[in-house]
């Protein structure tokens, strides 16, 4: 634990977005490297939060927070590194197996050739788990991470606590898996599973809808974090953060709701699967952060509107006053207090990046696997028209290097801003 109890909590909020969260490690990487020393190798994160991809960023983080630089430069390597074979499984062998497991499921659910009443309990007994068979990515995610050094990590307080986020399949709900320092308490509502954080909860939390196979944990499956909330910001709030640096993966020209004067496009054919399956991509991760930030900025102008009218001490007062009264709630348990963000977006539309990417025309030849270029086919996407659903699932190196150098180049832009954000 920091040796300055005055000293104020902070916060990294990693969002979610597949392939895109090299970006986050390009930002990671620039302030351990380039930054000041005293920021770049002294000045730990103390909560870490996030959800999908920014879940597995920010289990790196945790395990690595003993030592800031090579936080960094770990990030980075294992983005810089990494290939589509360590997510999931490719190659002839694969498409086989899918349209087999396909075939012979829908022949037992329709002939009612269904085997033992045991076997049908199982989990691989149904015939639709997801079109990606994921099982490379535990072992990828063993290999890179020191999962017992986050624990490790905690319990000497750096950091002081890890929120990763995912979606109850049954329910529907989001929940949190939460590990923290005694000293943290949460006031949240979301119901919380208090853990020690493993594999597994990071890849609940990345489990992409359809694609990817839901994950159990204990008695219950879990996918993506990011169907409920993709930027996990309230936990980092409930979780005690004074200041709060958010990173997200949509560059504004996809956050921006279509103003009144942009022209109507008309469209003479239907949208292809792939369209349509980007756009559902693009909602999931696509929360409502924008919204959040600016309640929490009325709330940061209020508490300072009051400090004008009544005094320095007008916060301290109401917080005396709420505990007087026992009023009980988020806000009443961890007092009110005034919140510093600071947010780091793409500066460029990623869609164009991935764009420019596949341009070659020999790019799904050289980097797709004949399984890769079929499934495409059946789920009727093309790179012309799938370029928001390929952003999220091709975890290309060459795309994936232009993600890390836009990340690092975008932190670089807010250079100052990210000193004055440390060390205020």
């Not at 037992?108 to 015939?127: A, S, V």
């Amino acid at each position: 634990m920091s040796s300055d109890p005055a000293r104020k909590k902070l916060a990294l909020v990693l969002s979610g977005g597949g392939a895109r969260g090299a970006y986050e490690a390009g930002i990671i990487h620039y302030i351990r490297t380039m930054l000041p020393p005293p920021i770049a190798c002294k000045r730990p994160f103390d909560i870490l939060c996030g959800s999908s991809v920014g879940a597995i960023n920010t289990c790196s983080m945790a395990s690595s927070n003993h030592d800031l630089q090579y936080q960094g430069k770990r990030l980075f390597e294992i983005w810089n590194q990494l290939e589509q074979g360590k997510i999931y499984r490719r190659g002839v062998g694969m498409l086989t197996r899918f349209m087999g497991r396909m075939a012979g499921s829908l022949a037992r659910q329709i002939f009612g050739l269904k085997g033992g009443e045991e076997n049908i309990r199982k989990f691989k007994q149904y015939h639709f788990v997801g079109f990606l068979d994921t099982s490379p990515l535990p072992f990828f995610l063993k290999e890179t991470i020191a999962w017992k050094q986050i624990s490790l990590n905690i319990q000497r307080g750096s950091p002081m606590a890890v929120s990763i986020t995912a979606t109850n399949v049954h329910t529907g709900k989001m929940e949190l898996f939460v590990e923290k320092h005694p000293s943290v308490n949460y006031t949240g509502r979301h119901r919380t599973h208090f853990v020690t954080i493993e594999a597994r909860h990071a890849m609940a939390s990345a489990a992409l809808p359809l694609l990817f196979p839901t994950v159990r944990v204990e008695k219950n499956f879990y996918c993506d974090g990011g169907l409920r909330l993709n930027t996990p910001l309230s936990p980092a709030v409930q979780l005690g953060a004074d200041k709060i640096l958010v990173i997200g993966l949509h560059h504004i020209a996809e956050r921006a709701e279509q103003g009144i004067d942009e022209p109507f496009m008309e469209h003479t054919l239907p949208p292809t699967m792939g369209e349509i399956m980007g756009k559902v991509l693009n909602s999931i991760f696509l929360d409502k952060l924008d919204y959040d930030l600016e309640q929490m900025n009325r709330i940061n102008r209020v508490v300072g509107w009051g400090e004008e009218v009544y005094g320095p001490d007008f916060l301290d007062r109401i917080n005396r006053h709420v505990a007087e009264k026992g009023i009980r709630g988020d806000i009443a348990s961890r007092g009110l207090k005034r919140l510093k963000v600071m947010t780091i977006f793409p500066s460029s539309d990623i869609r164009r990046i991935f764009r420019e990417c596949v341009a070659d025309p020999k790019f799904l030849k050289r980097n797709l696997t004949s399984f890769e270029r079929t499934l495409m086919k059946v789920l009727d996407v093309d790179i012309r028209h799938g370029e928001d659903f390929l952003s999220f699932i091709l975890f290309v190196p060459s795309y994936l290097k232009k993600m890390l150098e836009l990340g690092f180049e975008d932190a670089r832009k807010n250079h100052d801003k990210l000193i004055e954000f440390f060390e205020t």
